[in-house]
């Protein structure tokens, strides 16, 4: 919140709350433990599909701590590809500030989700991206992008800004630094480079900004000497650094 002193909790109670709402992609740990963070006695909406929900209020006893006040968080459910107009206030009876469209990506739940539970669980509700649109202004949000499904390249293709998945820059990446036996695309992320990499794939025809996010510390790109960085550079892709502002 230091870094962002628009989004620090407000000096008295006279003043509006600055964050009414989350839009949750998915259950992953880096989607969701930010919601501790905003665990006290404020009140807020969540946005999530009825399987991200089901997760977080009955699989993980430590989000228990969102339930300690009566509607301390008001969940909001998602269809895995539907349209929400939204409002920054809590009148809904206007036009909405802004529509939400759900994008299905495919993907899978995490692996701290109980076999029993998975069971339950719609496939299609594990991993969403969100479109948020404002009068003719579209930002296109999709943190994890496993490549199971090609329905988020249309989304891409109209948008004036992609926030998209740059975790890792090659499928093998976590065995080659030692840390993992997994591959990229086992743990839900499509590699930037490689046969059918974010690369090859992502619409040539896009006119908007394209920049990639979620980059975990082995991804050389992170490095500016790298030829990794000026490839994706070349590519017309942007790195985010904390801080980054978006203006539409």
Known sequence: MLSSPELAPPADDSSPWPIGGVFLPSADIDSVMGLLHLREFQSFF???????????????????????????????????????????????????????????????????????????????????????????????????????????????????????????????????????????REIGHLPLSGPGGLLEQFPANTKGRKILIHINNTNPILNEESAEHRTVLEAGFEIAYDGMDFNL
């Open 46 to 184: 969540v946005f999530a599909t009825r399987g991200v929900q089901c997760i977080l209020q009955k699989e993980n006893k430590i989000f228990r701590v969102l339930e300690r006040s009566d509607q301390q968080v008001k969940w909001q459910t998602l269809s895995s590809k539907g349209r929400l107009g939204c409002h920054f206030s809590e009148d809904s009876s206007g036009p909405p500030d802004f529509i939400c469209d759900t994008v299905p990506l495919g993907g899978s739940y995490p692996d701290y989700v109980s076999e029993q539970m998975l069971r339950a669980l719609a496939h299609d509700e594990a991993a969403v991206g969100f479109v948020i649109q404002r009068g003719d202004k579209r930002l296109f949000f999709v943190p994890s992008l496993s490549g199971a499904s090609a329905m988020w390249k249309s989304a891409a293709e109209t948008s004036d800004v992609i926030l998209i998945d740059g975790t890792f820059w090659s499928d093998d990446e976590l065995a080659r630094t030692g840390r993992s036996n997994k591959s990229a």
